[in-house]
Nanobody, 115 residues
C-alpha cells in the first residue's frame, strides 16, 4: 500500500509559477515510477510528467521546457515545478505512483491559471 498526499495548488496569473509536492508513505521502496496527471473539466485525465526509479523522466510535449519533475533522494517526496503557466494548464493535478503493478493516486490539487 502507498499513500499519496499532494499540496501546492492554487490560483496564479499567466506567466506565473507554482510548485506541487507529493508526499508518499507506506511501501515506497518498491515504487517503480511516480508522476503527475491532470484533468481539466470535460477532458480525460492526461499524463503531465513521470519519473522512473532510474531517475529518467518523460514529459507531455506542451509542458517541456516549462515544467520540471523531481524527487528527494529518499524518494518519498516528489515535486513538479511549473513555470510560465498558461490558462490551458488549468486542471486538477493528481499525484501517481506505480508499486508492484498497482497504481495509486492522490486526492488531487486544483491549479487555476487566470488573470
Amino acid at each position: 500500500q502507498v499513500q499519496l498526499v499532494e499540496s501546492g495548488g492554487g490560483l496564479v496569473q499567466p506567466g506565473g509559477s507554482l510548485r506541487l509536492s507529493c508526499a508518499a508513505s507506506g511501501s515506497i521502496l518498491s515504487i517503480s515510477a511516480m508522476g503527475w496527471y491532470r484533468q481539466a473539466p470535460g477532458k480525460q485525465r492526461e499524463l503531465v510528467a513521470i519519473i522512473f526509479r532510474s531517475g529518467s523522466t518523460n514529459y507531455k510535449n506542451s509542458v517541456k521546457g516549462r515544467f520540471t519533475i523531481s524527487r528527494t533522494n529518499a524518494k518519498n517526496t516528489m515535486y513538479l515545478q511549473m513555470n510560465n503557466l498558461q490558462p490551458e494548464d488549468t486542471a486538477v493535478y493528481y499525484c501517481y505512483a506505480r508499486n508492484l503493478n498497482i497504481d495509486y493516486w492522490g486526492q488531487g490539487t486544483q491549479v487555476t491559471v487566470s488573470s
